[in-house]
C-alpha cells in the first residue's frame, strides 16, 4: 500500500518536496473514523506515548507522594527543549526522591533549542543530562522507582522491573502486543516498540475518555493529559508544535510528537484520539498535518481553526527575512 | 508516477522511515544510463549546481585576476559549515577584490556545524555573513562584479546583470530553460530554478568532460571540478557527506549536495553525470543513495566501494553511544 501524500513543501509556486503519510482517528472501543494510507502497519511510537509511559509514576502514588503539579506531570510526558526551567524542573523532581542528575541513563546532549544551546555555551558552561529532551520522563521513571522501593539502577533496559510496569501500561492502554521481536532502543536507551499505528490512536481515546481502563488508570490518564494541556510550556517549549498547539486548544486538545515524524493526541470533547505517521520521519510534515487534522475534527469552530491555520499552513522565510515559500496541507484527508 | 523507496531507516531490524526519491544517470550528449522514478519533473537544484553557477568567477578572469587558488575556486562552490578557515578564506576573497563582509547580501546565520556555532557563543562572538553556509558563493559573485565593473548592489535578484550572467550559464550546461515561471528564491536569496532532474546530470556530465561546450567554458568547468575534488574541505566541511565522499573518491568523483534532498555529482573517467532528489527532502537519504550509486557505478572497483560503504549504509547511535539503527540502501536501483 502506498501512502498518499498529506503534506507538500512549496517554493514560490513550486511543489519542492512532497511528505506521504498515514493517519487514523479512532474511539476508545477502536471504531475508526477516518483512516487514510496504512493505519494497520507497526510504526515505533517514539515519544509519542510519554504520557502512557507515565502513567506507573501517577497510579504508584509517586506523584502524590512527591506533591508534584501539573508542571511536574507535563514535564514526566516532555520532549522539551532543554531550556532552564525544564532542566531546573526535572533536577527538583529528581531531589525530591532523594536522587540526582547522576542517577539519570538517558544521556547527554546540548539543549534542542538552538539559542538556548547557545547561552549556555556563552555562560561557559556544559550540558549535563537534565537537558536531555527526555530527562522529565526519566525523572519520573526514577521518582516512580523511589517510590516503589525500586533499584533504579539499569531502568532503561527493557528487562528492569520499572519497563517491565511501563510496558505493561502501554499493552493494556493501546491493545496492543509490546512484543522483543519489534523492539528498538529509543534516543533516550529506553525500548521502544513497533505497534499498529491503529492501536496508538484507540490508545489516546482512551486515555483521553477512560473508557476500556480500570477507574484507578482512567483517573491517573485524565490527571495527565489534564497536566499537559494545562502546562504546555512544559511538554515542549519556547517556538515548538506540541506547545503551540495545546495553546491553541486552549485544553480542549492534548498532542504529543514522537521521532521520526509520529503524532498522537485526542479530543476528549469528541471521544477521540488520533496517530499518523509521516513515512519519512519529517517533523515539519508531521506538525502541519496534525494541525490540519484538528480544524478537521472541529470543523464548524471557527475560531479554533483560524488559530491552528498558520500551524497547518506555515510560511518559511530565508535569512533575510524574504518569504521563500511554505508547507501546504490538504483541505481534507481524503 | 510513484517514485520507488530508495532508502530505508532501521531501529533494530525494524523499517522505522522511509525515503522515496528519483535518479538519473546520463552522460554529456543527454544519453541515459540509468533512470529510477521521475526523471523528467523539475526540481530546484538549490546549492547543488554552486559549481555552474561559478563558471563566470573562472570565465571572466575574475579567478585569475585576484590569484584564487584551488582553496578559492571550492570555497565558491561550497555550502560550507561556516567553520573558522571556510570564513576566514571567504573574507580574504572579498579583500582581494577590495571589498568585506558588509557587501554581501546573502544573511546571517549561525554555523551549520553545531560544534562550530557553540564555539563562537563560547568565546562571546556572533556570525556574520562569512558564515552563511553561501558566503563563498557569495564571495565569488561579488569578486566577478568587481572584475567585469558590475555594480554589486542587489547582485542577488533574478534582474541584477551578475544573475543573468550566471543564468546563461546554468541554461547553456544543463540545455534546460531557467524561466520565470518556476523560479523560487533560495535561502540565500539568490533565484533559483526548477528544472527538469534529467537536465542537471547531464549538465554535470558536461562539465566534467567538456563536451557540448565550448573550449573555454569546459576549461573552466574542468577547473572548478578540479578544484572541489582537490581540496573538499572547502566544499563542506568537517563531517560532512561532500566532503568525505570526494575524499573517498580520491580525485575520481565530483558530488554536491542541494537543500531538500538534492545530490548532483560526477565520475569524470565515466564520462558520466547524475541528479538525484529524494522526494521528502531528506539530507540523509539523498547521502546515503548518492554514495550507493557512486559503488554501483564504479561496480568491480573493490577497494573504492569499501571506502564508500560507511556512507551508504551509515550506522546511528544515541546519546549514550548505543547502537539503534541506521539507513539502508539497496544493492541496485532497478
Given at each position: 500500500m502506498t501512502n498518499p501524500v498529506l503534506a507538500e513543501v512549496l517554493r514560490g509556486e513550486e511543489v519542492e518536496s512532497r511528505h506521504r503519510g498515514s493517519l487514523v482517528v479512532c474511539d476508545a472501543a477502536g471504531g475508526v473514523v477516518l483512516a487514510v494510507g496504512d493505519v494497520e502497519g507497526r510504526v515505533f511510537p517514539r515519544s509519542a506515548v510519554k504520557s502512557i509511559q507515565a502513567l506507573p509514576l501517577v497510579e504508584s502514588g509517586a506523584a502524590d507522594a512527591f506533591g508534584f503539579t501539573n508542571k511536574e506531570l507535563a514535564l514526566a510526558c516532555a520532549s522539551h527543549n532543554g531550556e532552564p526551567e525544564h532542566a531546573a524542573r526535572a533536577q527538583s523532581m529528581l531531589e525530591k526522591a532523594g536522587l540526582g542528575e547522576a542517577d539519570l541513563e538517558c544521556g547527554t546532549h546540548w539543549p534542542s533549542r538552538q539559542n538556548t544551546a547557545l547561552d549556555l555555551a556563552k555562560g561557559g558552561k556544559h550540558p549535563n543530562q537534565l537537558h536531555n529532551n527526555c530527562s522529565g520522563k526519566h525523572s519520573g521513571f526514577l521518582c516512580t522507582c523511589a517510590h516503589q522501593h525500586i533499584a533504579p539502577r539499569g531502568y532503561v533496559t527493557a528487562e528492569h522491573r520499572l519497563q517491565e510496569i511501563v510496558r505493561d501500561a502501554m499493552e493494556s492502554v493501546t491493545g496492543a502486543k509490546h512484543d522483543a521481536a519489534h523492539r528498538g532502543i529509543d534516543g533516550c536507551s529506553i525500548p521502544t516498540y513497533a505497534v499498529p499505528l491503529k492501536s496508538l490512536a484507540r490508545g489516546f481515546a482512551r486515555m483521553a475518555?477512560?473508557?476500556?481502563?480500570?477507574p484507578h488508570r482512567a483517573a491517573a490518564a485524565r490527571r495527565l493529559f489534564a497536566a499537559c494541556m494545562a502546562e504546555p510550556f512544559f511538554v515542549a517549549g519556547t517556538d515548538r508544535a506540541d506547545t503551540a498547539i495545546m495553546r491553541a486548544g486552549e485544553g480542549r486538545v492534548m498532542v504529543k510528537i514522537g521521532a521520526e515524524g509520529v503524532y498522537c493526541g485526542a479530543v476528549p470533547e469528541l471521544g477521540l484520539g488520533f496517530a499518523l505517521k509521516c513515512e519519512d520521519g519529517a517533523s515539519r510534515a508531521a506538525e502541519a498535518i496534525v494541525a490540519r487534522l484538528l480544524v478537521i475534527l472541529m470543523r464548524g469552530d471557527e475560531a479554533f481553526a483560524e488559530r491552528f491555520e498558520q500551524i497547518a499552513n506555515p510560511i518559511f522565510t530565508n535569512w533575510n527575512g524574504l518569504v521563500v515559500g511554505g508547507v501546504r496541507t490538504p483541505e481534507a484527508f481524503a
Amino acid at each position: 500500500m502506498t501512502n498518499p501524500v498529506l503534506a507538500e513543501v512549496l517554493r514560490g509556486e513550486e511543489v519542492e518536496s512532497r511528505h506521504r503519510g498515514s493517519l487514523v482517528v479512532c474511539d476508545a472501543a477502536g471504531g475508526v473514523v477516518l483512516a487514510v494510507g496504512d493505519v494497520e502497519g507497526r510504526v515505533f511510537p517514539r515519544s509519542a506515548v510519554k504520557s502512557i509511559q507515565a502513567l506507573p509514576l501517577v497510579e504508584s502514588g509517586a506523584a502524590d507522594a512527591f506533591g508534584f503539579t501539573n508542571k511536574e506531570l507535563a514535564l514526566a510526558c516532555a520532549s522539551h527543549n532543554g531550556e532552564p526551567e525544564h532542566a531546573a524542573r526535572a533536577q527538583s523532581m529528581l531531589e525530591k526522591a532523594g536522587l540526582g542528575e547522576a542517577d539519570l541513563e538517558c544521556g547527554t546532549h546540548w539543549p534542542s533549542r538552538q539559542n538556548t544551546a547557545l547561552d549556555l555555551a556563552k555562560g561557559g558552561k556544559h550540558p549535563n543530562q537534565l537537558h536531555n529532551n527526555c530527562s522529565g520522563k526519566h525523572s519520573g521513571f526514577l521518582c516512580t522507582c523511589a517510590h516503589q522501593h525500586i533499584a533504579p539502577r539499569g531502568y532503561v533496559t527493557a528487562e528492569h522491573r520499572l519497563q517491565e510496569i511501563v510496558r505493561d501500561a502501554m499493552e493494556s492502554v493501546t491493545g496492543a502486543k509490546h512484543d522483543a521481536a519489534h523492539r528498538g532502543i529509543d534516543g533516550c536507551s529506553i525500548p521502544t516498540y513497533a505497534v499498529p499505528l491503529k492501536s496508538l490512536a484507540r490508545g489516546f481515546a482512551r486515555m483521553a475518555t477512560g473508557e476500556g481502563l480500570e477507574p484507578h488508570r482512567a483517573a491517573a490518564a485524565r490527571r495527565l493529559f489534564a497536566a499537559c494541556m494545562a502546562e504546555p510550556f512544559f511538554v515542549a517549549g519556547t517556538d515548538r508544535a506540541d506547545t503551540a498547539i495545546m495553546r491553541a486548544g486552549e485544553g480542549r486538545v492534548m498532542v504529543k510528537i514522537g521521532a521520526e515524524g509520529v503524532y498522537c493526541g485526542a479530543v476528549p470533547e469528541l471521544g477521540l484520539g488520533f496517530a499518523l505517521k509521516c513515512e519519512d520521519g519529517a517533523s515539519r510534515a508531521a506538525e502541519a498535518i496534525v494541525a490540519r487534522l484538528l480544524v478537521i475534527l472541529m470543523r464548524g469552530d471557527e475560531a479554533f481553526a483560524e488559530r491552528f491555520e498558520q500551524i497547518a499552513n506555515p510560511i518559511f522565510t530565508n535569512w533575510n527575512g524574504l518569504v521563500v515559500g511554505g508547507v501546504r496541507t490538504p483541505e481534507a484527508f481524503a
